[in-house]
């Protein structure tokens, strides 16, 4: 983006009113928990810390529909404590969460509030040198699931950059990981470093997304090769052992409490014949293809503004499995890959091409055809996963 149109955009004027509360009970929130865990204090929630580091200061925020104090966005808050806000950085799914999957998010101006909201999911992934020389802090509050391809963490690792890059600080107001309880999957291999798998962590990483941020800072993983003047405000009444309901979608994609126990075990699906259910109101809840036709659940994918835009196997019947009311185990599962591998019909149209870069390693494709059982596969994460998990010791906030 070029400065004038950047300047232009910021400061345009624009008619400011409260931004309406991210909603819990309509189809964006349907099935996720809108009450927040007797006693759980989310860093956001703390404002008697957050606000004398805000006062004077400029302010830009990294936020979406999940960033929420209580019920009442953090932008609404900040704002009604006379906090300076310049603008919003967006992820992936927008500032309001609406987005669908991997779609294109443009820079725009938040009708409500008036403020500038500036892409980070669209033709750039990291703030510019022009937005960096206004402000003096970024504060980052979204809320994670806890797998190593989800890109919110994508971001924060690009902010955390800029921030580097150009002697800004950070402050991240942190919350629980809904799968911060077990670390499992195999490490990435650094060929496969991309958008989606930035880190050399394993499928599921066990970490809150400020514990993330300081093993990103600790082992030197930002590209620059600079540390980021960070700042976590950690959870109060959290420990990783403790379960946790996300109060609203983290993701469009992602409706209930079971579709995020189950997410990390079922996303690399996506890079198969087989539908994780997008296009449904099931979402990584069933599987099934339309090759599958000896079993019996059914599902027909369809399009849906703003959740699944052109899903796979769209508008075709599907044969599969529901797993709704299965137990979600603490482990990356890969017995669902094993089954499915060996149900499918047709083997070579089984994996899609991009499989290797979401699992982070080529060896994982090779062991499925290869007809490796699961504990093997697993005995060969383990030098690396156990490598992981000691050095994921030195980060925990929440032990």
Not at 93 to 102: I, L, Q, S, V, Y
Request: glycine letters at 8%; hydrophobic letters at 35%.
């Amino acid at each position: 983006m070029s400065k004038i149109k950047f300047l232009t955009l910021l400061f345009c004027c624009a008619s400011c009113s409260s931004l309406p509360h991210p909603q819990t009970s309509s189809p964006q929130g349907e099935g996720v928990s809108a009450n927040w865990q007797t006693g759980v204090r989310v860093g956001a929630q703390q404002l008697d810390i957050l606000l004398p580091q805000l006062k004077g200061k400029k302010i830009a925020l990294v936020v979406n529909n999940s960033s929420l104090v209580g019920k009442t966005h953090l932008v609404d808050t900040l704002k009604s404590k006379g906090i300076n806000i310049q603008f919003v950085f967006a992820p992936e799914h927008g500032f309001r969460g609406d987005a669908a999957d991997g779609e294109h998010v443009r820079d725009s101006r938040d009708s409500k509030t008036g403020i500038a909201i500036f892409s980070l999911h669209g033709t750039t992934k990291e703030p510019t040198a022009d937005q960096m020389a206004i402000v003096d802090i970024i504060v980052f509050d979204i809320q994670d699931v806890g797998a190593s391809f989800f890109t919110y963490i994508s971001t924060m690792h690009y902010v955390m950059k800029a921030c580097a890059e150009n002697g800004k600080s950070m402050i991240i107001l942190d919350r629980p990981n809904p799968n911060g309880n077990y670390a499992d999957g195999p490490v990435r291999e650094p060929e496969f470093k991309y958008f989606l798998r930035m880190h050399p962590l394993p499928i599921v990483h066990g970490l809150t997304v400020g514990e993330l941020a300081h093993m990103i800072n600790g082992e030197g993983w930002l590209e620059s090769g600079k540390k980021c003047a960070l700042t976590v405000i950690p959870i109060k009444n959290w420990s990783h052992q403790d379960e946790y309901s996300s109060p609203v979608r983290p993701s469009p994609n992602l409706p209930n409490d079971q579709a995020i126990k189950l997410y990390p075990s079922l996303c690399l699906f996506e890079q198969t014949d087989i539908s994780v259910g997008r296009g449904t109101t099931m979402q990584f809840q069933i599987l099934g293809s339309p090759a599958l036709t000896d079993m019996k659940f059914q599902f027909t994918p369809v399009s849906m503004k703003g959740i699944s835009n052109t899903p796979p196997h769209e508008n075709k019947l599907c044969y599969g499995e529901d797993l709704r009311s299965v137990k979600a185990e603490r482990k990356f599962d890969l017995s669902y890959l094993l089954k499915y591998y060996k149900l499918h019909p047709n083997k070579e149209q089984f994996f899609l091409k991009y499989f290797d870069n979401l699992a982070g390693t080529k060896e994982l494709r090779q062991q499925i055809i290869n007809g490796q059982t699961e504990e093997q596969i697993r005995a060969s994460w383990e030098p690396g996963l156990s490598q992981y998990k000691e050095m994921r010791k030195k980060y925990l906030l929440y032990p």
